[in-house]
């Protein structure tokens, strides 16, 4: 990016208007340790210095995600809550009847809608938004959770991929252990972005800025932006012929 202080500010405004627009008071998001929730962490306390709330939501993860969380939070001075959902994963669990032969991602997207339960639960106490931690990359490939992480009232980072993300962190003072840490959405042990989406991020940033790489990559790319679009896209709605127009 070329200014990198003018995006922030701009940034830190939008969200602001956002937030205005909608008679809240305020935002809360996930800070899962990962750099994404971070950068977002650290706009929206730009925002709202005394109205912004981090949830650290830890579900059968790797503690250091949560130490990562914690030392976000203490390097821009962010309030946060620790919610443990171990339980509320293992009774969902037991409620639907979980096989051991069911899809994994079927399974671990119930940690993500269980976030996004929390987080909204904290939205109604407290009225403040929900943001989401999506970036360009993740959004673009449809790498995200229907109803889950992709649940927010607005995303600030759909415009950056993740080599800008890492160009805000850095200038919003965000730990470098968190800034260089391997990507993973934590859904499961020893998850990886990467080797779930097939390609690095350097390959998926240089495809989206430049319209440049393999021709699998190209490929890969196009079809996973087709295949997910209804994850960007509100729900459609059947309009019979005789109330077309109304």
């Known amino acids: ?36 929730s971070a950068v977002v962490a650290g706009l929206c306390k730009r925002a709202y210095p005394s ?31 620790t919610i443990v959902l171990d339980k509320a994963f293992d009774s969902m669990k037991a409620a639907l009847g979980v096989q051991e032969s069911d899809p994994k ?14 987080l909204y639960y904290y939205s109604g106490l407290r009225n403040y938004l929900v943001s989401g931690t ?22 600030p980072l759909t415009s950056f991929v993740k ?24 859904l499961w042990e020893n998850q990886t972005d990467e080797n779930e989406m097939g390609m690095s991020y350097a390959e998926l940033d240089n495809y989206i800025l430049t319209g440049n790489a393999e021709e699998y990559i190209r490929k890969k790319v196009d079809a996973m932006y087709r295949r997910s679009e209804h994850k960007r896209t509100v729900a459609p709605r059947f309009v019979p012929s005789e109330k077309q127009g109304i």
């Open 51 to 81: 109205d912004s709330l981090g949830v650290i939501m830890p579900c059968y993860s790797n503690p250091l995600d949560e130490e990562h969380a914690i030392a976000v939070a203490s390097a821009i001075g962010l309030e946060t809550k």
């Open 134 to 155: 999506d970036n360009r990359c993740e959004y673009t490939i449809g790498y995200f959770t229907k109803y889950g992480d992709g649940g927010a009232d607005f995303m």
């Open 1 to 36: 990016m070329i200014n990198v202080d003018t995006v922030i500010k701009e940034a830190e405004e939008w969200i602001k208007s956002t937030v205005r627009s909608a008679g809240a008071k305020g935002v809360v998001f996930g800070l899962s340790g990962g750099i994404d």
């Open 105 to 118: 991602l079927a399974v671990a997207n119930i940690k993500s809608r269980l976030r996004m339960i929390t």
């Open 163 to 186: 080599s800008e993300v890492a160009e805000l962190a850095y200038k919003l003072g965000i730990p470098e252990v968190v800034i260089k840490k391997q990507p993973t959405a934590g």
